[in-house]
Nanobody, 124 residues
């Protein structure tokens, strides 16, 4: 099993930036691909993007492509979500999740392990 803890959320003005972290513990970190999701109040949870176990590939939802960047440092068992040019529409609870398959997964329910989330609020 792997445990995931998100951090780095907060309040930022529109146009600003934040970097979220997803720290893993437990099982071998490089066994897992890591995805980011978010859920805004009153909305369904949304796929943001993902990074493969060796950071060889990254994937992004259309809504964040070009503004968000996912990276990982396997030596630190940590995945990062760099968010730039934030808008109020990015306000949400952000989660990271892990799965050990070879395919790209975009559904929350397909991930094996999930964090508790960190809140991001973007003011206008």
């Amino acid at each position: 099993q792997v445990q995931l803890v998100e951090s780095g959320g907060g309040l930022v003005q529109a146009g600003g930036s934040l970097r979220l972290s997803c720290a893993a513990s437990g099982d071998t970190f490089t066994r897992y691909n890591i995805g980011w999701f978010r859920q805004a109040p009153g909305k369904e949870r949304e796929y943001v993007g993902a990074v493969t176990w060796n950071a060889g590939n990254t994937y992004y939802a259309d809504s964040v492509r070009g503004r968000f960047t996912i990276s990982r440092d396997n030596a630190k068992n940590t995945v990062y979500l760099q968010m730039n040019s934030l808008t109020p529409e990015d306000t949400a609870l952000y989660y990271c999740a892990a799965h050990g398959t070879l395919t790209q997964l975009v559904a929350w329910g397909d991930y094996d392990y999930r964090g508790q989330g960190t809140q991001v609020t973007v003011s206008s």
